[in-house]
């Protein structure tokens, strides 16, 4: 019985600790099951608070702007405030960093989406492995976001268009210039303007990058001028220029010829050049011409000037047919002071003008009123030589040397001893004119026949002094031919027959006979 009782409370001993061991095991799995399970308790009440908050997880960043633990409405306030409300940006001129304008992110057309940007942020932990973002968001990992941007370009593009018209440096055209007698050129030069389309573009493709430093680059193109170069119309206007203006004048009482080409500086300032076409022509009036003639006629001298022009429009158009202008140098009228002991006759005689040219100057004037001290009114030389002067034969004749030549072209084609007026009935000194011909003249007065004679002067009107061959008198007999080379004329020049019919037929009308002592 006892060994009996001994034995069943050996049993129930072991029993009773098998017992204690069961629960301790029990309560060690339950612990370890608890801190097992209790992480994810926290994870999932960590979730279900920012669930039922709303509010974005630790760690959440918008670019560098930490927005963890807020709530949209926080985040969204956040984000509009420093990205839209505050945000200045620089344009900065690519030409030169020192010009530099300053606006707003919005006004250049950048705009942060305040809800999309929050949204994002909070979307984060909130996606398909919640669990994990919050594991990771509680270890203190960051995660960044960029904001939602958009780019309006319609409003950029007004800025930009404002900022060009100020910003626009015009090109300038090639010009061209006339100084100092001459015609030049002024290169054109480029001009630049803001390149609205490469700046838009900088703006677009570097949007993000903008806002986030606060500039953006303005970008330039050249403006090429429409005319670089005008070199070629200088061409033209040298071309137009080397025309020659010619004319030329021929003094019949000093055997002179002058010849003038108009000046270059001179065309030169007549060039016009159309500013359209940029046709180059000489444009000059005819008081331009005038001008010109007039420093012509100032070289010849003041008791001068130019006569037989044609007029200034004519003048012009014969320019333009490319021909040159003739024209004759004719002598002033002059005056002369009466010396003491002078008479009429001796003053015809030393200015080579017969007398009564000098009475009909000076009207009322005779032989019996001069007196010493007048002032007389002397007519011009050319008055002797009423025909176009023939300028390439000229006829000289030498009283003292009793010696006649003959020229042509400006040389000596003939010699011819001479006979001129006796001191009574002298001939006149002077410069005349071939006027007449006549085969074979009468003089009634003397009763004798002048074979081919030519009249170079009126001594009085109607009485006509000449050359002519030696005469023959209504009887038959021919005078004076054995005094050939001495003076023996009433006044007329004498030669020998044969030399006077060879005059006769080269002299023609308007040929000059210069006669001097």
């Given at each position: 019985?006892?060994?009996?009782?001994?034995?069943?409370?050996?049993?129930?001993?072991?029993?009773?600790?098998?017992?204690r061991q069961t629960h301790r095991g029990t309560i060690w799995l339950s612990l370890g099951a608890f801190l097992i399970i209790?992480?994810?308790?926290?994870?999932?009440?960590?979730?279900?608070?920012?669930q039922v908050l709303r509010l974005n997880l630790p760690g959440v960043m918008v670019y560098g702007q930490d927005v963890g633990l807020k709530s949209q409405e926080e985040t969204i306030t956040l984000i509009d405030e420093l990205w839209n409300q505050d945000r200045q940006m620089m344009l900065v001129s690519s030409e030169n960093p020192n010009t530099t304008f300053l606006f707003s992110s919005k006004d250049l057309g950048y705009w942060v989406d305040p809800a999309a940007t929050a949204k994002a942020a909070y979307d984060i932990g909130r996606g398909a492995d919640p669990l994990l973002d919050v594991k990771n968001a509680l270890r203190g990992e960051k995660r960044v976001i960029l904001p939602v941007l958009y780019f309006d370009e319609s409003a950029a593009i007004e800025i930009l268009e404002a900022l060009a018209k100020g910003m626009t440096i015009p090109a300038k055209d090639?010009?061209?210039i006339y100084q100092n007698d001459s015609w030049g050129t002024i290169p054109g030069v480029s001009g630049q303007t803001l390149d609205i389309d490469a700046t838009l573009n900088f703006l677009r493709v570097n949007a993000f990058l903008n806002l986030t430093t606060q500039s953006a680059t303005l970008e330039y193109k050249s403006i090429s001028p429409e005319i670089s170069d005008l070199n070629s119309v200088l061409d033209d206007i040298d071309a137009v220029v080397s025309q020659e203006f010619t004319a030329s004048a021929y003094d019949p009482i000093t055997d002179e010829h002058f010849s003038w080409v108009v000046p270059l500086e001179q065309k030169r300032s007549w060039v016009t050049v159309n500013p359209d076409t940029y046709e180059v022509q000489l444009s000059y009036k005819p008081k331009d011409v005038e001008s010109v003639f007039k420093a012509w006629e100032r070289e010849l001298g003041d008791e001068r000037f130019l006569s037989n022009i044609p007029n200034w429009n004519t003048i012009i158009t014969i320019w333009q047919e490319d021909q040159n202008i003739h024209a004759t140098v004719h002598h002033s009228p002059?005056?002369?002071?009466?010396?003491?002991?002078?008479?009429?006759?001796?003053i015809s005689l030393k200015l080579g003008i017969p007398m009564w040219y000098i009475m009909d100057a000076n009207p009322g004037l005779t032989t019996d009123n001069l007196k010493t001290g007048m002032n007389l009114a002397i007519p011009s030389k050319n008055i002797?030589?009423?025909?176009?002067?023939?300028?390439?034969?000229?006829?000289?004749?030498?009283?003292?040397?009793?010696?006649?030549?003959?020229?042509?072209?400006?040389?000596?084609i003939d010699t011819y001893p001479v006979s001129t007026g006796v001191s009574d009935?002298?001939?006149?000194?002077?410069?005349?004119?071939?006027?007449?011909?006549?085969?074979?003249?009468?003089a009634s007065n003397w009763d004798l026949y002048m074979p081919h004679f030519m009249g170079i002067y009126e001594a009085w009107p109607d009485f006509m002094?000449?050359?002519h061959g030696l005469p023959l008198l209504s009887n038959g007999h021919r005078l004076w031919a054995s005094t050939l080379g001495t003076p023996a004329s009433y006044g007329c020049i004498i030669l020998d027959l044969k030399a006077a019919e060879d005059l006769y037929n080269w002299a023609d009308a308007g040929v000059v006979v210069e006669i001097h002592n």
């Open positions: 019985m006892q060994k009996y009782t001994s034995l069943s409370q050996q049993e129930a001993s072991s029993r009773k600790n098998k017992h209790l992480p994810l308790v926290l994870i999932c009440s960590v979730i279900v608070y920012f090639a010009e061209l002059t005056t002369y002071l009466v010396d003491p002991g002078e008479s009429l006759w001796s002797l030589l009423p025909l176009p002067a023939v300028p390439n034969k000229r006829i000289k004749i030498d009283i003292n040397e009793q010696q006649m030549q003959v020229f042509e072209n400006g040389k000596i009935s002298p001939t006149m000194a002077g410069t005349f004119q071939i006027q007449t011909h006549e085969i074979n003249a009468y002094n000449g050359i």
